[in-house]
């Protein structure tokens, strides 16, 4: 009973349309796709940052491109836990990016999308501490930043006709 039960959900998951985003792994189609996003300059080190990430997750610099991946990024860091002193306690790092997927025949934008996240960050007597989490900060961000726009583009490649 239960291995006719198993087999009937396996042939309804079949029907449903459902198929995996990487299937052929290196090879498969969205693979591909994304080895053709060549990544425009972002300025700053929050941009190194998220174009080294951009880049790496995408599999290095596209031989070919297809497609140009412009970034706009904006780093903010906001103080906010304000002592009765006037000395802050607390800052949150917010970095949002816009960005566009532009076709390099057609020079149309095919996909216009936002990623973002934030990051609290505790104030400490040393500066340099406090300068240090707030690079870490950074630097985390970029990478979940970076997370974000290749999942939005990898979704794109799966329902992209291949160029």
């Given at each position: 009973m239960t291995r006719g039960l198993a087999l009937a959900l396996c042939l309804l998951l079949a029907a449903c349309g459902l198929r995996p985003m990487y299937a052929g792994?290196?090879?498969g189609g969205v693979a591909a796709g994304l080895g053709t996003v060549q990544v425009a300059p972002i300025p700053e080190r929050?941009?190194?940052?998220?174009?080294?990430?951009?880049?790496?997750?995408?599999?290095?610099?596209?031989?070919?491109?297809?497609?140009r991946l412009e970034v706009d990024l904006d780093d903010d860091l906001t103080?906010?836990?304000?002592?009765?002193?006037?000395?802050?306690?607390?800052?949150?790092?917010?970095?949002?990016a816009?960005?566009?997927?532009?076709?390099?025949?057609?020079g149309e934008v095919v996909l216009d999308a936002t990623a973002g996240?934030?990051?609290?960050?505790?104030?400490?007597?040393?500066?340099?501490?406090?300068?240090?989490?707030?690079?870490?900060?950074?630097?985390?961000?970029?990478?979940?930043v970076a997370d974000q726009m290749v999942a939005r583009?990898?979704?794109?490649?799966?329902?992209?006709?291949?160029q």
């Open positions: 792994g290196s090879s929050a941009g190194w940052l998220v174009r080294n990430a951009l880049v790496d997750k995408l599999g290095g610099e596209a031989g070919n491109p297809a497609y103080a906010f836990g304000i002592r009765g002193d006037s000395a802050v306690t607390r800052e949150r790092r917010t970095l949002r816009r960005y566009r997927l532009v076709d390099l025949k057609t996240s934030d990051a609290g960050i505790d104030i400490v007597s040393s500066e340099y501490a406090t300068v240090a989490a707030e690079q870490t900060a950074q630097e985390r961000l970029a990478g979940v583009l990898a979704l794109f490649m799966s329902r992209a006709k291949p």
